[in-house]
């Protein structure tokens, strides 16, 4: 079974940088739609962005667009949220998540990491 691990989440101030990477295992992660997603505290999971299995093209949601960017290393079966100009709104758990055709809602992800917290300081 394929295994999804987040790291990079910490604290950062308001208009600071980080960024998140997802490693996956398995020899299959050049195949994957990735996507990136998060969740606040009595909200719903939220899509952020996705990038194509080639890491041609990439789509992200316009409260992160010009913010944030998805990129992948198929080599290293990683992928990156490289997260800029934080906003206090910006803090959520992150998520990501493969799929096997192009997706952006939850539902359409076959596989979740378990989440790294991001929390931006106002």
């Known amino acids: 079974q394929v295994q999804l691990v987040e790291s990079g989440g910490g604290l950062v101030q308001a208009g600071g940088s980080l960024r998140l990477s997802c490693a996956v295992s398995?020899?299959?992660?050049?195949?994957?739609?990735m996507g990136w997603f998060r969740q606040a505290p009595g909200k719903e999971r939220e899509f952020v962005g996705v990038?194509?299995?080639?890491?041609?093209?990439?789509f992200y949601a316009g409260s992160v667009k010009g913010r944030f960017t998805i990129s992948r290393d198929n080599a290293k079966n990683t992928v990156y949220l490289q997260m800029n100009s934080l906003k206090s709104e910006d803090t959520a758990v992150y998520y990501c998540?493969?799929?096997?055709?192009?997706?952006?809602?939850?539902?359409?992800?076959?596989?979740w990491g378990q989440g790294t917290q991001v929390t931006v300081s106002s």
């Open positions: 998540a493969l799929s096997m055709a192009w997706r952006i809602r939850p539902e359409g992800f076959n596989s």
């Open positions: 398995g020899d299959t992660f050049s195949r994957y739609t």
């Open positions: 990038i194509s299995s080639s890491g041609t093209n990439t």
